[in-house]
């Protein structure tokens, strides 16, 4: 009698070949972060440098369970001496006929849950969703004058959005940028026309960014929401290109930081509301400056966009003592650049230790 083999062991011995076909020398792989077998979390990047993943894997080890937050965003941190730190998330927030939806919220057509399926492949071709590494992504010489120079990548894919909106990208890191993530965007065929399909980093109670660094000016939350205190976001305008700064390359630049010393930052009030919420205290022992670049020709819709927050997000409850306020005032929550939708426009996100003067003398 044949004996049939199961179909997911042949799917876990297709995954295993493709990842031994892609095996590079141990030389050349020495400073990425990258998934060994099809096992393995889907988490990518650099040493002393930027990571990235997805649901449901956490990019920084913590209590039995954690699952890294909500699914529907690209998880970043920062691998600084043999430890990942999470730093913020990347939202996808594409509008259509005036419609923006948000990819954490927006619910898979799977389950019904919050949140969109995000999965990474090699090529443009998406497959299916998959709770591990599907790729390593990657290995390219991007450029000619400097072959020492390595280029990591791979192309993210998520579920069609209520509002039709179908986008994927395709994500790069280079060792020569190793504290910079770059996104490029693309629509499937079937993709309702996009107006902007931005990319938020969703996140920045946790590391407190109060400072907006601009051409002319420092933006100061604490300023901008002053004698805010109440449980949603609060939102001001947008800052058009002619405010932004530019680094040493002439591309445009947004670069935001913290507004407190390191002891002040990584501190933790002594307060029970607040050991419930332990995961909003500080972890890395650096400080990190956060940044949007855009390089290159622009168009004239572009802008940096932020809102703020005076207290942690506690889940979406309209009980106002569930959310604690954030330690030293409002902060800044969502930070990003918004364009109007072009395909293949492409944006630049940074986590660095550097100073933001050294940032725009360095590029």
């Given at each position: 009698?044949?004996?049939?083999?199961?179909?997911?062991?042949?799917?876990?011995?297709?995954?295993?070949?493709?990842?031994?076909?892609?095996?590079?020398?141990?030389?050349?792989?020495?400073?990425?972060?990258?998934?060994?077998?099809?096992?393995?979390?889907?988490?990518?990047?650099?040493?002393?440098?930027?990571?990235?993943?997805?649901?449901?894997?956490?990019?920084?080890?913590?209590?039995?369970?954690?699952?890294?937050?909500?699914?529907?965003?690209?998880?970043?941190?920062?691998?600084?001496?043999?430890?990942?730190?999470?730093?913020?998330?990347?939202?996808?927030?594409?509008?259509?006929?005036?419609?923006?939806?948000?990819?954490e919220?927006?619910?898979?057509?799977?389950?019904?849950?919050?949140g969109?399926?995000?999965w990474?492949?090699d090529?443009?071709?998406?497959?299916?969703?998959?709770?591990?590494?599907?790729?390593?992504?990657?290995?390219?010489?991007?450029?000619?004058?400097?072959?020492?120079?390595?280029?990591?990548?791979?192309?993210?894919?998520?579920?069609?959005?209520?509002n039709?909106?179908?986008?994927?990208?395709?994500?790069?890191?280079?060792?020569?940028?190793?504290?910079?993530?770059?996104?490029?965007?693309?629509?499937r065929?079937?993709?309702?026309?996009?107006?902007?399909?931005?990319?938020?980093?969703?996140?920045?109670?946790?590391?407190?960014?109060?400072?907006?660094?601009?051409?002319?000016?420092?933006?100061?939350?604490?300023?901008?929401?002053?004698?805010?205190?109440?449980i949603?976001?609060?939102?001001?305008?947008?800052?058009?290109?002619?405010?932004?700064?530019?680094?040493?390359?002439?591309?445009?630049i947004?670069?935001?930081?913290?507004?407190?010393?390191?002891?002040?930052?990584?501190?933790?009030?002594?307060?029970?509301?607040?050991?419930?919420?332990?995961?909003?205290?500080?972890?890395?022992?650096?400080?990190?400056?956060?940044?949007?670049?855009?390089?290159?020709?622009?168009?004239?819709?572009?802008?940096?966009?932020?809102?703020?927050?005076?207290?942690?997000?506690?889940?979406?409850?309209?009980?106002k003592?569930?959310?604690?306020?954030?330690?030293?005032?409002?902060?800044?929550?969502?930070?990003?650049?918004r364009?109007?939708?072009?395909?293949?426009?492409?944006?630049?996100f940074?986590i660095?230790?550097?100073?933001?003067?050294?940032?725009?003398?360095?590029?």
């Amino acid at each position: 009698m044949r004996k049939i083999i199961p179909h997911s062991i042949i799917v876990g011995l297709l995954f295993t070949l493709t990842f031994a076909l892609q095996q590079k020398s141990s030389a050349q792989d020495a400073a990425w972060i990258r998934p060994e077998k099809g096992t393995d979390p889907a988490i990518w990047g650099i040493r002393n440098g930027i990571v990235f993943g997805f649901w449901p894997n956490p990019i920084e080890p913590s209590r039995v369970g954690n699952d890294g937050g909500p699914r529907g965003l690209i998880r970043v941190g920062y691998e600084y001496m043999g430890a990942v730190y999470h730093i913020n998330y990347i939202a996808v927030e594409p509008v259509v006929n005036g419609k923006m939806e948000f990819s954490e919220i927006s619910p898979s057509k799977v389950d019904g849950k919050w949140g969109k399926f995000m999965w990474a492949t090699d090529s443009e071709k998406a497959g299916a969703f998959y709770p591990s590494a599907i790729s390593r992504g990657i290995i390219t010489h991007p450029d000619p004058q400097h072959p020492e120079i390595e280029e990591l990548s791979l192309y993210v894919h998520m579920e069609q959005f209520t509002n039709g909106a179908f986008p994927y990208f395709k994500v790069t890191i280079r060792s020569d940028r190793p504290e910079e993530i770059g996104f490029q965007l693309f629509n499937r065929q079937s993709s309702s026309q996009m107006e902007r399909c931005a990319l938020s980093a969703t996140m920045g109670n946790y590391a407190r960014i109060r400072e907006l660094h601009l051409k002319n000016k420092i933006v100061d939350s604490r300023e901008l929401y002053k004698g805010f205190d109440e449980i949603d976001f609060i939102e001001k305008f947008g800052y058009p290109a002619d405010q932004l700064l530019k680094d040493k390359n002439g591309d445009l630049i947004a670069l935001a930081t913290s507004s407190e010393s390191f002891s002040e930052l990584s501190s933790w009030p002594q307060e029970t509301r607040y050991y419930a919420r332990w995961g909003w205290r500080y972890r890395p022992f650096f400080k990190v400056t956060q940044y949007w670049r855009k390089a290159g020709a622009y168009d004239p819709s572009l802008q940096v966009r932020v809102n703020g927050r005076a207290r942690y997000w506690s889940g979406g409850t309209q009980d106002k003592n569930a959310y604690v306020p954030i330690p030293g005032g409002p902060s800044f929550e969502n930070f990003e650049m918004r364009e109007k939708y072009q395909s293949g426009q492409q944006f630049y996100f940074g986590i660095s230790r550097k100073l933001p003067n050294e940032i725009l003398k360095g590029m």
